[in-house]
């Protein structure tokens, strides 16, 4: 069935039910489409499931924040699904406060909702008030899809301008190959894979912008499902740490009680146990994994997650590189052979956003809307496409 068509029947059925039944949020970054409070949102206003405004960005902010390296201060943006994070995964390079508790992490609009009591009828006493006061009612924003708590999104306001390329012209621009662990999280088995794509840099300089421009506050990286990254530009315009080679961690060599690792059939030339992988690192869109193209994302409708890779997926190298490591799931073992799961290690795998349709430069240009990338994003997974957005593009 086309993943369109899915998508709205996912969001008509919630909304062809009488009043007083619960709504379910279908769209809501998943790990958080069972909260009350989301769920409330899609009761009130059904005709929002599967929209942009069916998002924690709703109700929650971001924000940007600077670091300092080698006496440069860096700057970098962090998304609403970021900022809520940091409350429990804080920065020790950040100069600014971070949030540490849920309550600093909402917009207007939010603490608006808090106050007036988390529920049902909490939406319907601030519908005619204006949270983010741009002049606009919230129940006007949300009837036109806006955000109630961003003064920046109003009613009638066009769509940032946009920079749409195919895979035929990212493939035309200087094709660029690395192989490199992906260190999982939570995931059984960590991998060593060669990508093949551009360097994120080279992709933003073909969109007709400067990457070097000191006003550009880094990028956001944005998957069709609502899940995003935010990088900074350092980590765009420069080359990771040499990568660390590790061999015989798969269950053939370890049994699949300890096995930690997949390789590809094929390895390239030049690695060494525990030593580092020949060639540059960069931070990259790929459209190849072990010279296959990447397997197409589709949206699983029973748990709606994302399956697949491709067409393009963020390569995101280990800023710390290290060796593999059990995911947390799968740890403690009685291996014994040091390779159980460590917090202390770069797990990059997570920052890996898969089926990537945008990249916003950020900041977005001045009365401009944000693309809608939960409801035009699947479009261009089936077009083999992805749009470059925001500062520097012009309209």
């Not at 996912?10 to 970054?29: F, H, Q």
């Not at 939570?186 to 992709?203: C, M, P, R, T």
């Amino acid at each position: 069935m086309n993943r369109i068509l899915v998508l709205l029947l996912l969001a008509c059925l919630p909304a062809c039910s009488s009043d007083d039944e619960n709504r379910i949020s279908s769209r809501a970054y998943k790990g958080h489409e069972s909260d009350a409070d989301i769920n409330n949102f899609a009761t009130v206003y059904p005709d929002t499931i599967g929209t942009r405004l069916d998002d924690c960005q709703t109700c929650h902010k971001g924000d940007t924040f600077t670091y300092d390296k080698g006496g440069q201060i860096v700057s970098v943006y962090k998304n609403s699904c970021d900022y809520c994070h940091l409350i429990q995964h804080p920065s020790e390079d950040f100069i600014e406060t971070q949030p540490t508790g849920y309550a600093e992490t909402l917009n207007p609009y939010g603490t608006d909702y808090a106050k007036a009591g988390r529920s049902r009828q909490a939406l319907r006493d601030i519908a005619a008030d204006d949270s983010d006061s741009d002049s606009f009612s919230n129940e006007e924003e949300i009837a036109d899809l806006k955000y109630p708590g961003d003064p920046d999104s109003q009613p009638g306001q066009q769509v940032a301008p946009l920079e749409t390329m195919t895979m035929a012209d990212v493939k035309a621009l200087p094709a660029h190959e690395q192989f490199m662990l992906a260190n999982s999280h939570k995931q059984e088995y960590d991998q060593y894979a060669a990508y093949k794509g551009v360097k994120v840099k080279d992709l933003i300089e073909a969109a007709g912008v400067d990457p070097t421009d000191a006003d550009i506050a880094g990028i956001t990286v944005i998957a069709p499902d609502g899940y995003m990254k935010d990088f900074s530009m350092d980590a765009v315009l420069n080359p990771f740490p040499a990568g660390l080679y590790h061999a015989g961690l798969d269950n053939a060599a370890l049994g699949t009680e300890c096995g930690l690792v997949t390789y590809p059939d094929t390895l390239p030339s030049g690695l060494t146990d525990g030593g580092a992988i020949p060639g540059e690192q960069w931070l990259m869109l790929a459209y190849q994994r072990d010279g296959l193209a990447l397997d197409p994302c589709n949206l699983d409708i029973t748990s709606g997650r994302i399956n697949g890779e491709g067409p393009f997926r963020i390569i995101v190298p280990q800023s710390t590189p290290g060796s593999p490591d059990r995911g947390s799931r799968y740890s403690p073992t009685e291996c014994n052979d040091g390779f159980d799961y460590d917090d202390s290690k770069d797990h990059n795998a997570g920052a890996m956003v898969r089926g990537v349709t945008g990249i916003r430069i950020n900041p977005l240009p001045a009365d401009y809307e944000d693309f809608d990338h939960q409801n035009g994003g699947w479009a261009f997974i089936d077009n083999q496409s992805v749009v470059v957005y925001g500062h520097g593009i012009n309209p």
